[in-house]
């Protein structure tokens, strides 16, 4: 049973141009949960969707980033006209529909993101 | 609202050494508690976990009490090794709304 995937492992991006990050949660699961790292400032909550739906995006910014959970195919967080700000590391998460308080996130390994 | 504050870092530790990160919380509802470890360049793997006020978490030496009077779930572990090396964070899930709070991490480095 393959855990959360996020591809690419790294991304390289020029200034202005578009950054497309994927995360395949786990078999069954059917909610994910999209985070940043930056240096000094921990992990940083974005926005929590499922399929075809987004439950909470208070996280994200309101310019530029936009995520997606098909009903088909993985989550897809985009970031729109790259700027060197946006370079850190974001990781996905995912549970089931049903996840108890008590229950887990499980994290896939992460994109990082650098933006030249 | 719900929020987490943990001991910031960097800590630095010679092998054998007494391990404690502070975390506090605040929190609407009876949260659930957890303690999370990143390896580097890994994510982020459940260390521990405490469903309720008094429960104490425990695993791979690490142990962590649910203390509901001083809102706290501080990370203890009595011997550390250079393994334990990594970045260390504090979580609560809140009843409400289905979501997952983090602190900032703290990083631990073991010496040898």
């Known amino acids: 049973n393959a855990g959360v995937m996020q591809n690419p492992r790294h991304l390289v991006r020029r200034r202005g141009q578009e950054a497309r990050l994927r995360c395949s949660p786990m078999k069954g699961h059917s909610h994910v949960y999209w985070y940043r790292q930056l240096p000094e400032e921990g992990l940083k909550f974005m926005v929590y969707l499922q399929k075809e739906n987004i439950i909470d995006e208070s996280g994200m910014p309101k310019e530029r980033f936009s995520a997606e959970f098909p009903k088909e195919g993985p989550s897809i967080l985009r970031i729109q006209q790259v700027v060197r700000g946006d370079s850190a590391a974001y990781f996905c998460?995912?549970?089931?529909?049903?996840?108890?308080?008590?229950?887990?996130?499980?994290f896939g390994s992460g994109t990082q993101l650098s933006v030249l | 609202g719900n929020s987490v504050t943990q001991m910031e870092g960097p800590v630095t530790l010679s092998e054998e050494a007494f391990l404690t990160i502070n975390c506090t919380y605040t929190?609407?509802?009876?949260?659930?508690l957890f303690w999370y470890v990143q390896y580097p360049g890994e994510g982020l793997q459940l260390l521990l976990k405490?469903?309720?006020?008094?429960d104490k978490g425990s695993n791979k030496g690490f142990e962590a009490t649910y203390r509901k009077e001083t809102t706290s779930f501080h990370l203890e572990k009595g011997s550390v090794q250079v393994s334990d090396s990594a970045v260390y964070f504090c979580?609560?899930?809140?009843?409400?709304?289905?979501?997952?709070?983090f602190g900032t991490g703290t990083s631990l480095t073991v010496i040898p």
């Open positions: 998460a995912s549970s089931p529909p049903d996840r108890a308080t008590n229950e887990k996130l499980f």
């Open positions: 979580a609560l899930s809140s009843n409400t709304g289905n979501q997952f709070y």
């Open positions: 929190a609407t509802g009876y949260p659930s």
């Open positions: 405490a469903t309720k006020a008094d």
